[in-house]
């Protein structure tokens, strides 16, 4: 029932940039946060940012903190990811996630649908 779409990955070198987006579906799904987490050859899975309506937060994993930044969409169901001069550890699959009903913004347990991922890869 839910779908998120996911665009703007890519290959870029280090010191580029590139704006992730998410798109929610139907529009009248529950977004109550919208975040990203991305998993890192041989990695576990870990948070990234996320965007909450409830007070308009943002939060950063402390990695990407002053480099990328999230913003809301047209609408209350869609998301970027701002992603400036990135690193060759930035290299990850990206994934989009929803939260429904509200919860710890870093933990995957509180989200409850998520993308299929994007590949970002920061190379020279």
């Known amino acids: 029932q839910v779908q998120l779409a996911e665009s703007g990955g890519g290959l870029v070198q280090p010191g580029g940039s590139l704006r992730l987006s998410c798109v929610a579906s139907?529009?009248?799904?529950?977004?109550?946060?919208m975040g990203w987490f991305r998993r890192a050859p041989g990695k576990d899975r870990e948070f990234v940012s996320s965007?909450?309506?409830?007070?308009?937060?943002?939060d950063y994993t402390r990695s990407v903190e002053g480099r990328f930044t999230i913003f809301r969409g047209n609408g209350k169901n869609s998301v970027h990811l701002q992603m400036n001069r990135l690193k060759p550890e930035d290299t990850a699959v990206y994934y989009c996630?929803?939260?429904?009903?509200?919860?710890?913004?870093?933990?995957?347990?509180?989200?409850?649908?998520w993308g299929q991922g994007i590949q970002v890869t920061v190379s020279s």
């Open positions: 996630a929803v939260a429904s009903l509200g919860g710890t913004y870093y933990a995957a347990a509180s989200y409850d649908y």
């Open positions: 139907p529009r009248t799904v529950t977004t109550y946060r």
């Open positions: 965007f909450s309506w409830y007070g308009d937060r943002t």
